[in-house]
């Protein structure tokens, strides 16, 4: 069975940071993906990532993918407020079902 | 731009009462799902369809029911609503993973559901 787990689950961090959410999977996936959501909003679509090594990169935003290890980063640099969310890593099982962690609560001090 | 509606925003329904949420896609998607959401739990797969009147079960079925009578819409029943199927739900859609390589999916706005 296929499980997502993500850390940390609450982050607090200072404007201007950097900092690196890891997101480990249990079984082989050919599919991985970072979604984001504000409070009170839906989930919006940040990255796919589809083979082992591939990195994408948006803003301060960059995502990385490591199928032999089975883990994904989602590394912030020089953090600013309007990051401030919860960021959801999900992982395509079988039968086109997306597994999703517990998300990250992401909190930006000015 | 892919767009997935649901009915409403925001619903408050007493217990016992019959509940229907709608999601619709324009994208000519197949697959089809509904999830909820509560705090510390992410998000839980409760029903997906993958083609018309075609549905399966996921994580959390019990009790809940679909529909999905035309592609486009994908109808999520609480046949007799509790106080504990109060959340926040959301739809999605996609195209099949074997079809397209950037396969995602694409989540509505989401209805937040109060069972009192």
């Known amino acids: 069975e296929l499980k997502v787990e993500q850390n940390p689950l609450f982050l607090s961090m200072q404007e201007g940071k950097n900092y690196t959410i890891y997101c480990n999977y249990s079984?082989?996936?050919?599919?991985l993906y970072w979604y984001r959501q504000d409070p009170g909003k839906s989930l919006e679509s940040l990255f796919v990532l589809l083979s082992n090594g591939a990195v994408k990169q948006e803003g301060r935003l960059m995502a990385s993918l490591d199928t032999k290890a089975r883990l994904s980063t989602l590394h912030i640099t020089a953090a600013v407020h309007d990051l401030s969310a919860t960021y959801f890593c999900?992982?395509?099982?079988?039968?086109?079902?997306?597994?999703f962690g517990k998300g990250t609560r992401l909190h930006i001090l000015p | 731009d892919v767009k997935v509606t649901q009915s409403s925003r925001y619903l408050v329904k007493r217990t016992g009462e019959k509940v229907f949420l709608e999601c619709v896609q324009d994208?000519?998607?197949?697959?089809m799902f509904w999830y909820r959401q509560d705090p510390g739990l992410g998000l839980r797969l409760i029903y997906f369809s993958y083609d018309v009147k075609m549905k399966e079960k996921g994580d959390i079925p019990e009790g809940y029911s679909v529909s999905r009578e035309k592609k486009e819409r994908f109808s999520l029943i609480l046949e007799s609503a509790s106080t504990n199927q109060t959340s926040m739900y959301l739809c999605a859609s996609s195209f099949p993973a074997g079809l397209i390589v950037h396969y995602e999916q694409y989540f509505g706005p989401g209805t937040r559901l109060t069972v009192t």
């Open positions: 999900a992982v395509g099982g079988r039968d086109d079902k997306i597994i």
């Open positions: 079984t082989t996936s050919d599919r």
């Open positions: 994208m000519d998607h197949e697959n």
